[in-house]
């Protein structure tokens, strides 16, 4: 109402001014107008919501990328809405992952969703031309707590982010004709079930995403940072160049037990033995995708074919069930140059399990870790240290 007074008093009086001072007036009032206009606006996680609209699915009919968004959500701290939208097309992006379903069904996972974001937002620090994207696969249920819990979570941010929500099934569709021969060698129970496929979209994420997606690291939930999110990104830095992926080594003697028969065939294999010199496997709880390198690679390519995994299955004996985690394993002790090792920092597991499973005498050998720890990995829901 303000506005409108305004206009009408300089319109009531423009007969008894000279031309300059009509001038002046209406570029008074036009001031005014603005001020309102757009000092009123303000950009925060709610308000700057988009949708990608279903006629962008058309522009890939021809292509195997999965749909990349359900529901993108921007956000940015209030102390900086004022650098403007013009940014928004230079920004450079940092991409990560977490699997996200079920979280609605359980207070534990909850918990642990609490623990990893309010610590990545404590730590996490990023230029004025930078931007963190979240990334969450999830289900209908799972989504909807997490659009509720993360303006929460990332209030005190000091970083540029998105929010960006895929859909389970979706991907699950995609990722199933991939994986459905390795899910036999690396899944709990027989046979190869259509849910496990997600729980291999690691391995074979630069088949389904975008070809604009180049980098992307892929967390668990159960993970407390202790230092910058920015710093695990720049280890994609120091990949030597025939590797794809970065990844730490397993801290438990997971891989000893599971190579069993090939290490009683084989004893003077460093498969399954300890570090510095052992081959002790992988964890996948942190991961740095580099997923332009991974479609480049003929090698890596090649061992998603059938019959190259069940070669190496054959050759180690290898039956294990913890996805991912065990194909990245099974092909790291064939082929080591596609691997950057993660120091044990940025991963450091916290679960003894095997400690009173049978391996109490070598365990503190897997498990030790020297360095700065930079994350903290709660596996088996071990409790993780206070700050």
């Not at 996200?100 to 404590?122: E, G, I, P, W, Y």
């Not at 696969?137 to 509720?148: I, N």
């Not at 830095?237 to 090939?262: C, D, L």
């Not at 597991?349 to 720890?373: A, I, M, N």
């Amino acid at each position: 109402m303000g506005v409108l007074r305004v206009l009408s008093v300089a319109m009531g009086r423009i007969s008894t001014f000279r031309s300059y001072q009509i001038m002046l007036l209406l570029a008074a009032a036009l001031a005014v107008v603005a001020f309102y206009y757009f000092g009123s606006e303000k950009q925060n996680f709610s308000s700057t919501t988009k949708r990608i609209k279903e006629t962008q699915a058309s522009h890939n009919t021809n292509r195997d990328d999965a749909d990349l968004s359900i529901d993108i959500r921007s956000g940015r701290p209030e102390s900086r809405t004022g650098t403007g939208d013009d940014l928004e097309g230079k920004l450079s992006r940092f991409h990560a992952l977490m699997m996200f379903t079920k979280v609605d069904k359980s207070l534990n996972l909850q918990q642990k969703f609490q623990v990893v974001m309010r610590s990545m937002a404590k730590h996490g620090r990023f230029l004025e031309d930078e931007m963190l994207v979240l990334h969450y696969v999830s289900d209908a249920g799972s989504q909807e707590l997490g659009e509720k819990m993360l303006p929460e979570l990332l209030l005190d941010a000091t970083f540029r982010y998105e929010v960006v929500f895929h859909n389970v099934e979706a991907l699950t569709e995609k990722l199933f004709p991939i994986v459905e021969a390795m899910q036999k060698h690396f899944s709990a129970g027989s046979g190869a079930y259509y849910s496990d496929a997600i729980f291999f979209l690691s391995v074979a994420m630069h088949r389904i995403m975008p070809a604009e997606l180049k980098r992307i690291v892929q967390l668990d939930l159960d993970l407390k940072f202790r230092s910058n999110v920015r710093d695990l990104f720049q280890e994609f830095n120091h990949f030597p160049s025939k590797a794809v992926i970065g990844i730490a080594r397993e801290m438990q003697p997971v891989y000893r037990h599971t190579f069993w028969q090939y290490r009683k065939e084989n004893p003077k294999s460093h498969v399954g033995d300890p570090p510095p010199d052992g081959l002790p496997g992988f964890n996948s709880g942190v991961m740095l995708l580099n997923l332009e390198a991974m479609r480049r690679s003929t090698l890596y390519n090649q061992l998603l074919e059938p019959g190259r995994i069940a070669q190496l299955a054959e050759k180690y004996h290898f039956r294990g069930h913890l996805g991912d985690q065990d194909f990245f394993t099974m092909i790291g002790m064939e082929h080591r140059e596609l691997f950057y090792p993660l120091s044990c920092g940025w991963n450091r597991q916290l679960c003894t399990w095997w400690r009173e499973h049978g391996y109490g005498d070598v365990f503190q050998l897997y498990y030790h870790c020297d360095g700065p720890v930079h994350i903290y990995h709660g596996n088996c829901n071990s409790p993780i240290p206070d700050d």
